[in-house]
């Protein structure tokens, strides 16, 4: 009789550390976390946030090990707030993970919100609504037509909150290092961007730039097939 084949099942070692925090996180420090200090073998962080910007709702984070980004309000908190966040992976440097989760406490990082609201005021696709030293309030809206967004609803179907989610969605989803933060409830969505740290609006602006030419391509296509005279 033969020798049996022989088969060695590899395991790896699985990790999951967690970040905890009665006060609220900074988007600059959330985006500084994930553009720069997750760890490379991250193969998943989910949590809910508490985050500074927005620190009456309640939000939950999930990221794919290709940093695939979901930030999704779940409203109004229904209890104290706080953050707990548990990062995923194989092989991890307890120390040194524990070390960079603690840079989500960081308030103290340099402001770019100058040159971030500069891009966005220049750009006719996007209304600035609100700007502070540590993070940007903008909107998406449709430079080609003068209707406004009730008429806009109204006549065409075209709703700029659907809009700007799907900015936002498409943005986060793209793995390049999104970092946007949806403002509800609607009426009047916003997008919530860091504008300090070393990843800011500035650094996601070619991905925010692809994805508003690709969605706002859909409504003026929209616009001129339209026979209804408005």
Known sequence: ???????????????????????PISLAALHAYVGSRLPPTTLRAKGILYIQEDPTHRYVFQ??????????????????????????????????VQKDLETLSQNDLASDALACADLVRADDRFELVHVTASHIEFRVRCPVTTLDET??????????????????????LAG???????????????LLASVAGPHTLRTMWPLID????????????KLAECMCGF
């Open 63 to 96: 990221l794919s090990g290709k940093h695939r980004i979901q930030v999704v309000s779940t409203g109004v908190w229904p209890c104290a707030p706080s953050t707990q966040l548990a990062v995923i992976g194989t092989d991890f440097e307890f120390d040194q």
């Open 151 to 172: 008429m806009l609803r109204h006549h065409h179907h075209i709703d700029m909150d659907d809009l700007n989610e799907q900015l936002g969605v498409a943005v986060n």
């Open 1 to 23: 009789m033969g020798s049996l084949d022989q088969y060695t099942v590899s395991q790896d070692t699985w990790t999951t550390e967690v970040f905890e925090s009665k006060s």
């Open 176 to 190: 390049g290092g999104g970092g946007l933060v949806l403002s509800l409830p609607r009426p009047d969505v916003a």
């Open 210 to 221: 692809l994805h508003a030419t690709k969605i706002l391509h859909v409504v003026r296509r």
